[in-house]
Nanobody
């Protein structure tokens, strides 16, 4: 079992920045890939960024160059640094991980609102 707890969401003006954190606990040694997804009202949940245990990253086209995912094994935390935020980035952001046994876990979500 893996538990994920997100933090760092909030209200920010267009062009601003936020950093999301996802703290993992439990069987963290088994995590293969960690990532961030988001879901806006009336839309499907979509992948924002992911990072493997080896450090390889993947980004949605809509956030590439603005968002950075990182993984700090010492404190079992995955971060999503979001810069140059746009109103279209408004969504609930979910932390996700997939273990080496292909089990998927989700956090509870954190709201990000980009508005003036």
């Amino acid at each position: 079992q893996v538990q994920l707890v997100e933090s760092g969401g909030g209200l920010v003006q267009p062009g601003g920045s936020l950093r999301l954190s996802c703290a993992a606990s439990g069987s963290i040694f088994s995590i293969a890939t960690a990532g961030w997804y988001r879901q806006a009202p009336g839309k499907q949940r979509e992948l924002v960024a992911s990072i493997t245990s080896g450090g390889s990253t993947n980004y949605a086209d809509s956030v590439r160059g603005r968002f950075t995912i990182s993984r700090h094994n010492a404190n079992n935390t995955v971060y999503l640094q979001m810069n140059s935020l746009k109103p279209d980035d408004t969504a609930v952001y979910y932390c996700n991980c997939v273990t080496i046994l292909y089990r998927t876990y989700w956090g509870q979500g954190t709201q990000v609102t980009v508005s003036s």
